[in-house]
């Protein structure tokens, strides 16, 4: 059984649906990548996931359980988590006080969380007492990924983690990802530098107009011509 | 140097009293426009809604023959705060949270708190009349004076008991509201909701909890505020309706949702006010002897006179909102 599975998830912001039925598993082990031209609904993927719009038709299965239309207050604690692209720290709260809110719905010792948090994004344990909204672009990108790790999610889901941030940045928070993967926390990201992120993706999902269009893993999507003409720029 | 004591009375003592007030109910309606996005216009009538609990409440102590060394209406304020913070609670419940859930705009909700202060001075009317009560018919209000002999002063430091309590009430709630802000994970959870509330909800945090919360301190300090200004003067149904502009100029001149900046807003524009309406002749008299002969002091130097010292406020208001919109204090976290 898969740890989350949409299938023929239909949805959208009240109007007409931007989701047409689409098809996502993962595992905890996989790093899943959700690529696809501007509008596609990769974001509007992840927000229907995580209760943030309208799901009007198929079904979210969290290991095994329906969670579609359930609220983040309810998601989080069952062990999902998601950054979302833009606006995803809170920039006059310290670095430290960032991971708290990450925690809000834990009742247990949250520290050992935060030191791993900490010995993972060391830069993040030396501006601890720094307000997140003084960080460079990619330190702000680990506050939001500590942020989301904080709740010792099994699911992380993340919004172009990349976006904005300069090439070596792009590669350290790439790497970042295969490191929190690695520590045994499932990966289900939208990335618009999609042969970068495909490269490591166990799972590849090629989304447009609402629906999948391919789906394998991340080398055979990058091998396959017909993505690369469609949706790799060739 | 009486003439600086005299100073000191009406513009240190008066300002700083006026500066608690506004600045404990500018607190309320900077965190909850901070957590709820609208101004809460009725924030005034329900300081002097709290302001007439604890009344009742030191009416039916002392109707008991109970008495204490402090004034009653101090001694009841705990329990008076508690009943104000649930009637805030319930407020929002009835007025406010029906509208929220149907995702009003800030302006509905605007003015519904229009509707909600019609409904409280009414209501106050209705059950009080439009008369004006004391604290101290039964009970006297003491004056401290400090002897002020060794500064070479006849005229003694003087303020009454009601302020120098103004005084503690309003530094117990700051230190405590900084406390909570900084320390608890409500509080941080709060100031979390109020820099980016989409992320606080992706977050889990329980962001009903958070609004409760807001309403508990806004009404508890709110009705703090109403209690001490009418321990300081006389209690009547618009009471804080009076100031409702000062307090809101208070919190927008701190920039609003910031909790520090709309007590830092209260005592400015507490000051300010004394400052303006202070007669500076009298300190100018003593040293009139610089001046050229041909210049005499006029009776009365004050930047404006008494009966407008609500202007005050609002130049302040206007001034900023051209300056700097976003509040003087913008830098300060939260
Ligand atoms: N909050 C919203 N309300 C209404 N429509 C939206 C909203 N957000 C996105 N959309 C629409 O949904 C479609 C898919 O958007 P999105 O999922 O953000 O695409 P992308 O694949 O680029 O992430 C677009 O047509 C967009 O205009
Ligand atoms: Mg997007």
Known sequence: MALLSLEKVVGGYGGAPILNGVDIAIERSDIGVIVGPNGAGKSTTLKAIFGLLKVTGGAILFEGEEIAN????????????FVPQEKNVFTSLSVEENLEMGAFTRRDDFRPTRDWVYSMFPVLAEKRRQ??????GGQRQMVAMGRALMSQPKLLMLDEPSAGLSPRYVIEIFEQIVKVNAEGVGILMVE???????AFATR????????????GTGPELIADPEVAKSFLGG | MNELIFFFNNVIVSGAVLGCVYALGAVGITLIFGILRFAHFAHGDMMTMGGF???????????????FPLPTGFVVLPVAMVLAALIALGLDKAFYAPLRLRGAKPVTLLIASIGVTLMIQGLIRLIFGTGTYTFFAEEPKRLIRIDTEWLGATRPI??????????????VSVVALHYFLTRSRLGKAMRAMADNPDLAQVSGI??????RVTWLIAGSLACAAGTMLALDVTLKPDLAFNIVLPIFAAAIVGGLGHAYGAIAGGFLLGFAETLSVFNWTVLLRPISGIFPEWVSLPGNLSIVPT??????AFVILVITLLVRPTGIFKGASS
């Not at chain 1, 307000?131 to 460079?136: F, P, T």
């Open chain 1, 70 to 81: 359930s609220l983040p207050d309810k998601l989080v604690p069952r062990g999902l988590s």
């Open chain 1, 131 to 136: 307000a997140a909204g003084e960080l460079s």
């Open chain 1, 192 to 198: 618009q530098n999609a042969r970068q992120a495909l």
């Open chain 1, 204 to 215: 590849g999902f090629v989304l447009a107009g609402g629906q999948n269009r391919f789906t």
């Open chain 2, 53 to 67: 609990i604890t009344f009742v409440l030191a009416g039916l102590v002392t109707a008991a023959g109970i008495a």
């Open chain 2, 158 to 171: 003087a303020m009454t008991e009601p302020h120098v309590l103004l005084f503690i009430v309003t530094l």
């Open chain 2, 206 to 211: 329980n962001t009903q909890l958070v609004v």
């Open chain 2, 307 to 312: 009966e407008y010292k609500l202007s005050v």
